[in-house]
């Protein structure tokens, strides 16, 4: 078993840390630093819970190792500071138990990212990454399509 030390850029922030290769980001980002935003659900890729940002795209960090994370940016929903999207998924009730809301919440922030003029079939096609047991998903879409219009509303004030 080989271990290493690695630096993650994580949240901002450069944090050392020592790993196994067969470590994954998950359990490096929850167990070693502390963030347990990102949430262990199937450990397999299919629910979603574990969703951060890699580079900016979203990355189920059950998926990859630690190893490979060195180099690149990294943000998990602790990184996140106080985002439309987070306030639209409290005011639109999009959760109930929350087990899954950060891995929602980190999708649905790469969406926005990427794409602020998703159509509505765009935005079922990206939530389709992510598995809620508890609530349907009408309010989590409607989260998603209010915070949408938030920046599309900003980036057109930006063009002005």
């Not at 690149?72 to 005011?91: H, N, R």
């Amino acid at each position: 078993m080989h271990i290493a030390e690695i630096t993650l850029d994580i949240n901002g922030e450069a944090r050392s840390v020592t790993v196994r290769n067969a470590d994954t980001l998950l359990y490096v980002i929850r167990d070693k630093l502390g963030l347990t935003g990102a949430k262990p659900g199937c450990l397999n890729g299919d629910c979603g819970a574990c969703t951060i940002d890699v580079d900016g795209n979203p990355m189920k960090a059950c998926l990859m190792l630690a190893v490979e994370a060195e180099g690149a940016t990294i943000t998990t929903v602790e990184g996140l500071k106080y985002t439309s999207l987070q306030a639209q998924f409290v005011d639109k009730f999009a959760f109930q138990c929350g087990y899954c809301t950060p891995g929602f919440i980190m999708n649905a922030q790469a969406l926005i990212n990427k794409n602020p003029h998703a159509t509505d079939m765009v935005i079922t096609e990206w939530l389709e990454s992510n598995i809620c047991r508890c609530t349907g998903y009408k309010e989590i879409e409607e989260a998603v399509k209010t915070a949408l219009a938030v920046a599309r509303t900003a980036l057109q004030e930006q063009l002005k």
